[in-house]
């Protein structure tokens, strides 16, 4: 199997989908899990109950990432900004996928900075920020343990 195991939401394209399970990856759909209509919160605990990775552009997984890591839940993140995704081919993406799944400890455990809240507070910058310098720009990798 390459990379790590993966969740997606249903904003992950499919051409996306299928270029990394033809690369051996172990990916998991939300759709066929949840069907059409799903919840981030609920695609994060599934996720971080089964092992998995949320692979996912939404960003409202901000806000529910960032309370998780407030209160110290286990899960692994993998995030791409929309404006970037919308440039990139499938296996553009595939190939981010495959890099980030090379770096060692791609999901050492992050912790949350000061601040006073989610939508634009100073803690909301930061944890962005820190994320964004992780992984220079193209897909996101976050995690607590």
């Known amino acids: 199997m390459a990379g790590f195991p ?4 249903n904003h ?3 051409g996306i989908i299928q270029a ?6 172990d990916v998991v ?6 069907g059409e209509e799903n919840d981030d919160a609920d695609l994060l605990a599934w996720a971080a109950d089964n092992g998995r990775a949320l692979a996912t552009c939404d960003k409202r997984i901000h806000v529910i990432a960032h309370q998780w890591l407030k209160e110290g839940r286990p899960f692994r ?3 791409w900004w929309q404006e970037r995704y919308r440039m990139m081919t499938a296996g553009e993406m595939a190939e981010a996928f495959e890099g ?6 791609v999901f050492a455990a992050r912790t949350p900075v000061s601040g ?3 939508r634009g507070s100073p803690r909301r910058a930061a944890w962005t920020a820190r994320l964004t310098s992780a992984s220079k720009g ?3 990798a976050v995690s607590c343990r």
């Open 6 to 9: 993966l969740l997606t939401d």
């Open 12 to 14: 992950v394209r499919q």
């Open 20 to 25: 990394l399970k033809q690369s051996g990856w």
């Open 29 to 34: 759909r939300a759709v066929d899990v949840f």
């Open 77 to 79: 993140l993998v995030y």
């Open 100 to 105: 980030l799944a090379r770096k060692l400890n």
């Open 116 to 118: 006073r809240g989610p």
């Open 138 to 140: 193209m897909l996101e």
